[in-house]
């Protein structure tokens, strides 16, 4: 059972690191083999709205824009099941969790055969600041991607830095849940 996990903030021990560990030590918990992916350390620049606003992602499927993108996508066909953890930035995924997300749902909306996220378990996790100003927001521009891939959305959780207390064990336990979940379908 392969898990990939995003997470998507510059601060290497943060609370966006912290929810990553969290949601890992919970997939592994129930067996799983986890990749871990900081997207602020892949070079994936924003789509370029190629031509006329498609490129070859509308009919091949695949971005015309050459970096780290097409190794990234490419290796999400063999994972199970995804987690996608970004900080709320002015109520937003994150810069590199958007430029990543623009270009994956543009590869996968319009696929006549199975996406590679078609029916597999998505977590979101959007984690602020004191505030929480925007994380519902947030969540939902994640709830609407994970719809375009046709993704399996198994939770949307929002942390923020008051309430990751309890949060960062309910993050630990759905990374588990989702993994033993997936086994026990078989
Ligand atoms: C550019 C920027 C914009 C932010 N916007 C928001 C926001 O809209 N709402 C919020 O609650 N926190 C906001 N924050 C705070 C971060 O979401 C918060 O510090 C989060 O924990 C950052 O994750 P990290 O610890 O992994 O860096 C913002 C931070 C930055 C740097």
Not at 149 to 177: C, P, S
């Amino acid at each position: 059972m392969n898990v990939m996990i995003f997470t998507s903030s510059p601060n290497i021990d943060g609370l966006t690191a912290a929810c990553g560990n969290a949601a890992k030590t919970g997939a592994e918990e129930s067996g799983a083999h986890v990749v871990m992916v900081n997207l602020n350390r892949q070079q994936i620049g924003h789509c370029q709205a190629c031509g006329n606003g498609w490129g070859t992602c509308r009919n091949e499927h695949k971005c015309q824009v050459q970096d780290d993108f097409q190794d990234l996508y490419a290796s999400m066909a063999n994972i199970n099941a995804f987690i996608m953890v970004t900080p709320v930035y002015f109520g937003e995924m994150s810069e590199s969790a958007k430029n990543f997300s623009d270009r994956l749902r543009r590869c996968e909306a319009f696929k006549k055969d199975k996406t590679f996220l078609e029916g597999k378990p998505i977590l979101a996790v959007a984690a602020a600041g004191g505030s929480g100003n925007g994380l519902t927001s947030c969540l939902t521009s994640m709830e609407r991607l994970f719809t375009h891939v046709r993704a399996e959305k198994f939770d949307l959780i929002g942390i923020t830095q008051k309430n990751k207390g309890y949060k960062l064990d309910a993050i630990h336990e759905a990374g588990k849940e989702m993994v033993a979940v997936l086994i026990r379908k078989g």
